[in-house]
Nanobody, 115 residues
Framework: VQLVESGGGLVQPGGSLRLSCAAS????????ISWYRQAPGKERELVAA????????YYADSVKGRFTISRDNTKNTVYLQMNSLEPEDTAVYYC?????????WGQGTQVTVSS
């Protein structure tokens, strides 16, 4: 079982990035897939989630209207489209897969928003 994040980088305020979370060893549609982030000196926080099966979504208030989580079952990948990025969005972003007592984490991808 593996989760591999990609798509992070350096972007100017107001810019966009799309993060990818590619899964292997399990089917993403059968798990709740979440994006978390952790900024230096802060606790890891939940950013967005897409629920197993039907694909309902959840967003933290701080990203609502700017970030979109989506799932491509054919590619077994979950995406996080991030628009109107702010310096406060700077963090390492982690992908998490959860089902009952099973939980898996990716290695994280750095997102830096700076001019």
């Amino acid at each position: 079982v593996q989760l591999v994040e990609s798509g992070g980088g350096l972007v100017q305020p107001g810019g966009s990035l799309r993060l990818s979370c590619a899964a292997s060893g399990f089917t993403v549609s059968g798990y709740t897939i979440s994006w978390y982030r952790q900024a230096p000196g802060k606790e890891r926080e939940l950013v967005a989630a897409i629920i197993s099966g039907g694909g309902s979504t959840y967003y933290a208030d701080s990203v609502k209207g700017r970030f979109t989580i989506s799932r491509d079952n054919t590619k077994n990948t979950v995406y996080l489209q991030m628009n109107s990025l702010e310096p406060e969005d700077t963090a390492v972003y982690y992908c998490n897969a959860n089902r009952f007592t099973e939980t898996y984490w990716g290695q994280g991808t750095q997102v830096t928003v700076s001019s």
